[in-house]
Structures are given as C-alpha cells and as structure tokens.
C-alpha cells in the first residue's frame, strides 16, 4: 500500500487576498482557512527552530480539538513548496495571513455569518509575525499542482487553469458570482 502523500496548497487566483478569497470555490473556503493556519504556524516552528529556539505560543488561542494547547503543531511535511515558500519572506507570511483573514470574511458571508475556528488564530498570527526570514522580497506562490495544469510560469495562470480544468467538479459559490475567468 502506497503511503498517503500530504499535499498542500495555496490557491494563487489574485494578487488582492479580497479577491483571491472571493474567487475560492465554497469547499476551498472552507479547507483553505485551515492549511492557511497551518503554513504560517509551521513558518513559526521552523524559523525559530532553525535559530535554536522554541516557539511561544502562550498568548495564542487554544486549539479546537485541543482546548489546552495553544497554537497549532508544524505541518508533516515542513519541506512542502508551500511552506518553504511561505517561511522564505516576511512579504510571502504577511500576504499569506492576509488571505487567510480573507478567506474567514468570505466564510462569514457564504455561510450565513458563522465564524471560522482558525479565525482567532490568523489575528494571532497576523500581530505576532514570526523573526528569522531569510528575505523581504516577494515571489509567486509555487506551483503545487499535476504539470499537466501548469500551462504558464504565472502562477495566477496557472491556478485559475488548474481550478478550470482540475476542479470543475468543485467549483460552487454560495452567495455569489463564479469568476469571469471560468
């Protein structure tokens, strides 16, 4: 039996966290506020382990599962492009943190004003940027999908023909209008 590769993803449909957000079908409203709070928890891991220390999560929220802990555990596969990429520059875990804030607003609309679990946590998150990034400036998100939807170096290209040709079964938005570019 083939173990289960844990994949991971950052849906790049829009430079704008508003309107990347917006653009996520409902299942990756949903999904993507979680992996968001998983990448930038892992960033904190990793960039403080990778300078000899632990993280302090003392003031962060509790989990859900795990009302005692504070924080999130790293991702398993802290060598996914995602979350090298979002560790790399304080410009890439500040856009990311923003989506993800985005993407709990876009929560509270589609599903009748609940609010999202991790949404404590990204505001956590967002005023408590980890230290240690090895850069300032800014790339694309990579490309974390099969090469056959890789039709394009734009990762914004290459998302929005990933979702189109790779997610069509998937793609519902409650509350409001697909995309132009579907």
Known sequence: MRAKRY???I???HPNQGRCARWHCDKHVVKMILE???LLYTAHWMLCIEAGTLPNFSTAPPTKS???MRGYLPIKNDKHPCALWTRASVAHYHWLVLLGM???NEFRVRFKGKVHSCEAHLRWLYF???KGFSM???TEPPLAMAEQYKCSKSAIVSYRNYYKKGKIHLLQYTGRHRPHWL
């Open 7 to 9: 994949i991971m993803n």
């Open 11 to 13: 849906f790049f449909l």
């Open 36 to 38: 968001t709070t998983q």
């Open 66 to 68: 795990e009302p005692r």
């Open 102 to 104: 985005a993407l709990c």
């Open 128 to 130: 408590n940027r980890p």
């Open 136 to 138: 300032t400036s800014w």
